[in-house]
Structure formats: structure tokens, C-alpha cells
């Protein structure tokens, strides 16, 4: 099984990744280009659509900048031919692919681990687990590497629960959210911080966002979050320029 060729240490703090999405060519780079001069190196690349574009996108990133490593995020789109496809043809260009997620529909187990079998890259089971239940059967089949827990599928109690399971298995945990602010954010860092183990972050949906509704808390340098140091989330809603105070 290959591993993972990129790697944060204690002292570097909590990187995230950070998510681009399926677009055109000149966009996908556009924004990659963006992202890097901001320090990412970790880019989750949204998959699936259509292998041969898919390709392409991430060849052009490459290209662009060829120290950077690629999550693949299919989205349960891709069958399992269009997945090997897909990793071949990252391979043939010299792309660093560290982690395919969810790259077919959240049933087919099967799949799932014929994909880590004949790629050699980790899988990471992200719509494949909603409960405690469901990351015990991805176990049992051999389904994935990676459970990419998340605090908007299960809730906080099952999320460490599902977290505390997969460490105990022998799994990798991945951690990520839906689009959140930093509230909930807060919420994963603070898994994050709190039980350890966590070897991907995926929580970067607040720098997606047009405006920050909240201050204080924690906050990012770049791609590394910072802790805060205050009690709970230390985290005020801000004033909204849309909202109008009647008296
Ligand atoms: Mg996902």
C-alpha cells in the first residue's frame, strides 16, 4: 500500500487541504495558482464527472506546480473502471495522488476495495460511513484506509464514537465537513485537537465562503489552523451589513 507523500509534523501544526472544484481547465489552474501563493500543497481535487476531463484538470495543476499532492474526491462518481482509469492516467503524468475518496457509490464496498487493491493508492470511505453501523461493515469488508468523519452526518457523540472505532481498527481517520462556517469548523478542529489521530484535514469550507460571519476563535495562517486559547469556541457572531437594527 503506498503512503502518503505528504506529512505534517506536531510542531507544524493542523494543515487542511483545500477543495477545487469541477471546472474548466483555465479556472481549475487559475485557482490552484491562487491557493498555492496562499501556502496550500495538498489540493482535493472534486472528480468524477468525466474521467478523460478529469485528467486533464489535474494535469494542468501538475504542470503548474509540480511539488503539490492530490486527494481525489469523487463523490461516488466514478464506476470502478472509470477509478483505475483515472489513477493510471494520474500515474502516467507523475501526479501524487495520496488519497482517493469516495470514488463510487456508497454501497459498493466491493469496489471500494478492489480500487485500494489494484491502485495501491489509499481509499477513504466519506458518504460510504453515516453511522457507527456503517463504518463497522467498511471494516469488516476491507472497504478503505481513510473514514472521513464528519460531525454533519453523525453528530459530535457518533463522531467520536466512529473516530475511537476506526483508531481501534487500525484505520486512518480523515476529518471534514460539509459547507460550514467556522462555527461548526470549530467544532472538527476541536476533534481534531481534543483525541488526535486525525491524519487528513479536510476543513477548509470556511475559506470557500464570501465573507466570515463569525470572529475570534480559531483561525487559519495559510493552509495551518490555529487554536485558540479561551474557553469553548471564543467565537462572536459578526455584525451583517444586510441586517438592519430596528429600534
Ligand atoms: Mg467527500
Same mark, same amino acid.
Given at each position: 500500500?503506498?503512503?502518503?507523500g505528504?506529512?505534517?509534523c506536531?510542531s507544524a501544526?493542523?494543515?487542511?487541504?483545500?477543495?477545487?472544484?469541477?471546472?474548466?481547465?483555465?479556472?481549475?489552474?487559475?485557482?490552484?495558482?491562487?491557493? *498555492?501563493?496562499?501556502?496550500?500543497?495538498?489540493?482535493? !481535487?472534486?472528480?468524477?464527472?468525466d474521467?478523460?476531463?478529469?485528467i486533464r484538470?489535474?494535469?494542468?495543476?501538475?504542470?503548474?506546480?509540480?511539488?503539490i499532492?492530490?486527494?481525489?474526491d469523487g463523490?461516488?462518481?466514478?464506476?470502478?473502471?472509470?477509478?483505475?482509469?483515472?489513477?493510471?492516467?494520474?500515474?502516467?503524468?507523475?501526479?501524487? !495522488?495520496?488519497l482517493?475518496?469516495?470514488?463510487?457509490?456508497?454501497?459498493?464496498?466491493?469496489?471500494m476495495?478492489?480500487?485500494?487493491?489494484?491502485?495501491g493508492?489509499p481509499? $477513504?470511505?466519506?458518504?460510504?460511513v453515516?453511522?457507527?453501523a456503517?463504518?463497522?461493515?467498511?471494516?469488516?469488508r476491507?472497504?478503505?484506509?481513510?473514514?472521513?468523519i464528519?460531525?454533519?452526518k453523525?453528530?459530535?457523540a457518533?463522531?467520536v464514537?466512529?473516530?475511537?472505532?476506526t483508531? $481501534?481498527s487500525?484505520?486512518?481517520?480523515?476529518i471534514g465537513? !460539509?459547507?460550514?462556517?467556522?462555527?461548526?469548523?470549530g467544532c472538527?478542529?476541536s476533534l481534531v485537537?481534543g483525541?488526535?489521530g486525525f491524519?487528513?484535514?479536510?476543513?477548509d469550507?470556511p475559506?470557500?465562503?464570501?465573507?466570515?460571519?463569525?470572529t475570534?476563535? *480559531?483561525? *487559519?495562517?495559510?493552509?495551518?489552523l490555529?487554536p485558540?486559547s479561551?474557553?469553548?469556541?471564543? !467565537?462572536?457572531?459578526?455584525?451583517?451589513?444586510?441586517?438592519t437594527?430596528?429600534e
Amino acid at each position: 500500500m503506498a503512503t502518503l507523500g505528504w506529512r505534517r509534523c506536531a510542531s507544524a501544526g493542523d494543515e487542511t487541504d483545500i477543495t477545487i472544484p469541477i471546472t474548466d481547465l483555465d479556472k481549475t489552474v487559475t485557482l490552484a495558482r491562487g491557493w *498555492y501563493a496562499k501556502g496550500f500543497r495538498l489540493f482535493k !481535487m472534486k472528480v468524477g464527472k468525466d474521467v478523460e476531463s478529469d485528467i486533464r484538470r489535474l494535469k494542468a495543476v501538475h504542470l503548474a506546480l509540480p511539488d503539490i499532492s492530490f486527494i481525489g474526491d469523487g463523490n461516488q462518481g466514478f464506476s470502478r473502471q472509470d477509478c483505475l482509469t483515472f489513477a493510471r492516467g494520474v500515474k502516467r503524468f507523475g501526479g501524487t !495522488m495520496v488519497l482517493l475518496e469516495q470514488p463510487v457509490v456508497r454501497d459498493d464496498l466491493d469496489s471500494m476495495a478492489a480500487i485500494r487493491r489494484e491502485t495501491g493508492i489509499p481509499v $477513504a470511505a466519506d458518504e460510504s460511513v453515516r453511522s457507527l453501523a456503517d463504518a463497522q461493515e467498511v471494516v469488516a469488508r476491507g472497504a478503505a484506509d481513510y473514514i472521513n468523519i464528519k460531525i454533519m452526518k453523525t453528530g459530535v457523540a457518533e463522531a467520536v464514537e466512529i473516530a475511537s472505532f476506526t483508531k $481501534a481498527s487500525g484505520l486512518k481517520l480523515m476529518i471534514g465537513g !460539509m459547507v460550514e462556517t467556522r462555527v461548526a469548523m470549530g467544532c472538527s478542529f476541536s476533534l481534531v485537537l481534543g483525541l488526535g489521530g486525525f491524519e487528513v484535514l479536510d476543513l477548509d469550507t470556511p475559506l470557500l465562503l464570501t465573507s466570515d460571519p463569525v470572529t475570534g476563535g *480559531y483561525r *487559519y495562517e495559510g493552509a495551518r489552523l490555529q487554536p485558540w486559547s479561551r474557553p469553548g469556541l471564543d !467565537m462572536k457572531a459578526a455584525p451583517s451589513p444586510n441586517v438592519t437594527t430596528i429600534e
